[in-house]
């Protein structure tokens, strides 16, 4: 179709088709920008209809039960010294981390999709699971160590055989909060004081 760009509306398709439709617009006129600096995804669309891409927001708010993001206005002046306007959608963080979970979580080995941007959320993937992996210390650890707390406790208790009081050195931590990652990481439940 000629001038796709200055489309109004999003064409009327079935339900569970929508997800690789976005995912095809944010691939061809989007963006996926993991800044770990930060630990921040940031997840954009643009294009020349800002009917279009309220129609974009709407879609994806009601698709992944998050707040609205905000249509804004870019102008810019070209080379050839022409007014160009254009509009962008943008999500980040958490947000965007859960509309990427919704474009690239259970793709089929038919479904397409952009490599390049598909490894951007394999990476913020990594990131979030492990900022959602704990408190500020068991992310410490896990970074130091390089692999995720179940794993370390798994090698220690189960394949070492330590227990908590031996296990705490090891990893700089009170005997208390290799007791409370045990039972969190299911490898350990607490038995209860008589």
């Known amino acids: 179709m000629p ?30 920008v993991l800044r770990t ?24 708010s ?6 609205p993001g905000k249509v804004r206005e870019k102008n810019k002046i070209t080379p050839r010294g022409i007014k160009s306007v254009t509009y ?7 947000r965007a981390y859960k509309i990427s979970q919704w474009l690239y979580d259970n793709l089929s080995e038919t479904d397409l999709y952009l490599n390049r941007k598909y490894m951007k959320y394999l990476d913020a993937k990594k990131l979030y699971q492990f900022l959602q992996s704990g408190h500020k210390k068991v992310r410490e650890v896990q970074k130091r160590e390089g692999r995720s707390i179940k794993e370390i406790l798994d090698e220690l208790h189960l394949e070492k055989n330590l227990n908590a009081v031996q296990i705490a050195p090891i990893l700089g931590v009170h005997k208390s909060s290799i007791y409370r990652w045990l039972a969190e990481s299911g490898i350990r439940y607490p038995t209860k004081r008589a």
């Open 62 to 67: 009601r698709e992944n039960n998050i707040t």
């Open 37 to 60: 600096g930060r630990n921040e995804l940031d997840i954009g669309f643009t294009g020349a209809s800002k009917e279009f891409l309220e129609d974009l927001n709407d879609i994806i």
């Open 3 to 32: 001038k796709k760009n200055l489309r109004k509306v999003l064409p009327e398709i079935s339900k569970h088709l929508m997800r690789h439709i976005v995912r095809g617009y944010l691939e061809g006129d989007g963006w996926v």
């Open 88 to 94: 962008l959608l943008e999500y980040y963080s958490s």
